[in-house]
Structures are given as structure tokens and as C-alpha cells.
């Protein structure tokens, strides 16, 4: 049986750490569906499409992932998407209560989903979307914290290198 994981999120943008979680998620799935769940109550920095653009160039080397993005509820998607599993990353003690909360609600909602934990890898133990979009937008260097594409483009965001052209 071909194991697939729903690994969802807000991808504000897509962080190294993210894409650690991804990685060490495929040694134990055969295939990863990278969801941003659209919230119209959330405001993010990065519209849906851009957010889509930014985990596709980002994670171009990576085999056996697809990205998507929906609307709804979670264990919806992964019934929809024939999902056995939820894959989340939890960095700290600080994360476990919301993840509690939210695997919980998951599984009342639909029993037949597990969520599954990998621990955020060391390096990355710090990093989350918000703390990066605080730091660049006062000129933080968190270049080695992001992908590439990223990187350019928070920095386009935040006016810190205008384009030329634009
Ligand atoms: O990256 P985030 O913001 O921590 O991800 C949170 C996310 C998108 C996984 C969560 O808000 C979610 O699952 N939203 C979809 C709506 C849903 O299914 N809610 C019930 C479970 S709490």
C-alpha cells in the first residue's frame, strides 16, 4: 500500500524548516502533499498563488511531493487525497498544546487520519515564518534561514534591494 501524508499549513512563506520536515517525512511516506490550508480570516504577507509559486521552486529537486492548496477542512483533504496520515513539525514544548489541540480535533473530526510528529531539526529549532517576516522587515539577516527564492523574495517585499525594473 502506497503511504501518503498530507503535510499542511499556512507556508508564510516556506521556511528551511519546512522543507527539513519534508525531507525527513518522505523516508517514512511514499508521497507528501504539501497543502496550504486557505484561512480568509488569516492575513498573510504572500497571496495563495505566490505562496504555491514559492514551495514549487523551492522544492523542485524533491521527488515524490505534490503542492496544493485548499479550502476546508484538513482531514477532508487527506480523506479526499486518500491520506493515512497528517505530518506536522513540532519545535518546542511552546507548539505542543496548539498541535495537541489541533490532532485531537483532527481525530474527533475523522478517526481514520493520524497525525503524525517529526521534531523540528536543531538548526531550525528557532525559525517560523512569523519570527523571519519580524526580523527582515528591520534588515535581520536570515538569509541562511530560507530558501533562495524566498529570500528574494521577502527581501522585494520589504524593500530592502528594489528591483530595478520594477
Ligand atoms: O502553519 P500553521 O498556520 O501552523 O498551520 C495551521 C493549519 C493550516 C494546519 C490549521 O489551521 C488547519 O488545519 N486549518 C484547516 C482547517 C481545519 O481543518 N481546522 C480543524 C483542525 S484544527
Not at 486557505?38 to 522544492?59: D, G, H, I, M, Y
Request: a neutral charge; proline letters at 4%; charged letters at 25%.
Amino acid at each position: 500500500m502506497k503511504r501518503t501524508a498530507i503535510y499542511p499549513g499556512t507556508f508564510d512563506p516556506v521556511t528551511n524548516g519546512h522543507i527539513d520536515i519534508i525531507t525527513r517525512g518522505l523516508k517514512l511516506f511514499d508521497k507528501i502533499i504539501v497543502t496550504i490550508l486557505e484561512n480568509p480570516a488569516k492575513k498573510t504577507l504572500f497571496t495563495t498563488q505566490k505562496r504555491v509559486e514559492l514551495l514549487e521552486e523551492s522544492l523542485k529537486d524533491v521527488g515524490n511531493i505534490e503542492i496544493a492548496a485548499y479550502g476546508g477542512l484538513l482531514v477532508d483533504y487527506a480523506i479526499k487525497r486518500e491520506a493515512q496520515a497528517i505530518l506536522r513539525g513540532m519545535r518546542a514544548v511552546s507548539d505542543f498544546e496548539y498541535e495537541f489541540q489541533m490532532a485531537l480535533m483532527n481525530r474527533k473530526l475523522n478517526r481514520e487520519v493520524q497525525t503524525v510528529f517529526l521534531m523540528t531539526g536543531l538548526r531550525w529549532i528557532f525559525t517560523s515564518s512569523s519570527i523571519i517576516k519580524e526580523a527582515v522587515q528591520f534588515g535581520g539577516d536570515i538569509e541562511s534561514m530560507v530558501p533562495p527564492v524566498v529570500y528574494a523574495e521577502l527581501k522585494k517585499k520589504y524593500n530592502l534591494c528594489p528591483d530595478e525594473n520594477s
